[in-house]
Nanobody, 125 residues
Framework: QVQLAESGGGLVQAGGSLRLSCAAS????????MGWFRQAPGKEREFVTAINWSGVTTYYADSVKGRFTISRDNGKNTVYLQMNSLKPEDTAVYFC??????????????????WGQGTQVTVSS
């Protein structure tokens, strides 16, 4: 079992930055690829970014490419999401997840078996 806890969300003006953290307990994160998803009110949860177990390979949604950066520190059992040049359309609850299931795409929620509770990010215009 893995427990995930996100932190770092908040209210920021458009153009600003936030850094989200996802801390794990119960099992080492180095066993898993990790992802960040987000969900805005009335919308489905959508893929934001993912990183493989070693941190060498990353994946990004087109909407955040060039603005967001995912990274991980396996020694600290933590994954990060640096968000720059934030836009009002980035407003959502952000979730981290561990890709514990075999098969499938990192872009799909079905690949992930462990989820955090989420942290709210609100970008004002």
């Amino acid at each position: 079992q893995v427990q995930l806890a996100e932190s770092g969300g908040g209210l920021v003006q458009a153009g600003g930055s936030l850094r989200l953290s996802c801390a794990a307990s119960g099992r080492t994160l180095s066993s898993y690829a990790m992802g960040w998803f987000r969900q805005a009110p009335g919308k489905e949860r959508e893929f934001v970014t993912a990183i493989n177990w070693s941190g060498v390979t990353t994946y990004y949604a087109d909407s955040v490419k060039g603005r967001f950066t995912i990274s991980r520190d396996n020694g600290k059992n933590t994954v990060y999401l640096q968000m720059n040049s934030l836009k009002p359309e980035d407003t959502a609850v952000y979730f981290c997840a561990a890709a514990s299931r075999v098969g499938g795409s990192y872009y799909e929620t079905a690949r992930y078996g462990y989820w955090g509770q989420g942290t709210q990010v609100t970008v004002s215009s």
